[in-house]
Nanobody
Framework: QVQLVESGGGLVQAGGSLRLSCVAS????????MGWFRQAPGKGREFVAA????????YYPDSVKGRFTISRDNAKNTVYLQMNSLKPEDTAIYFC?????????????WGQGTQVTVSS
């Protein structure tokens, strides 16, 4: 059974930083590309970042490029999202997921997510 456990969210001022973590199980982590997504209140889920199974390739949408960095530790079944220069529009619940196609096609199961709130 797939389990996705996100953590690391919180309240931060604009311009601040947070590092999110996600421990994933139920699939062979080291052979799967992984992604981060977010959902703001009243909006649909948005793709935020992707990392290949080896960690050698990453992909970001323009909205976070240059501010967010995705990384992974295959020995710990964990994917990270370092978020710098945070903006109020980054406020959302953040989720991770296994990817079934590069860079943002995900499976249809989700963890509880972790709340990120950026104050202005």
């Amino acid at each position: 059974q797939v389990q996705l456990v996100e953590s690391g969210g919180g309240l931060v001022q604009a311009g601040g930083s947070l590092r999110l973590s996600c421990v994933a199980s139920g699939r062979t982590f080291s052979s799967h590309d992984m992604g981060w997504f977010r959902q703001a209140p009243g909006k649909g889920r948005e793709f935020v970042a992707a990392i290949s199974w080896s960690g050698s390739s990453t992909y970001y949408p323009d909205s976070v490029k240059g501010r967010f960095t995705i990384s992974r530790d295959n020995a710990k079944n964990t994917v990270y999202l370092q978020m710098n220069s945070l903006k109020p529009e980054d406020t959302a619940i953040y989720f991770c997921n296994f990817l079934k196609a590069w860079p943002s096609a995900h499976y249809d199961y989700w963890g509880q997510g972790t709340q990120v709130t950026v104050s202005s």
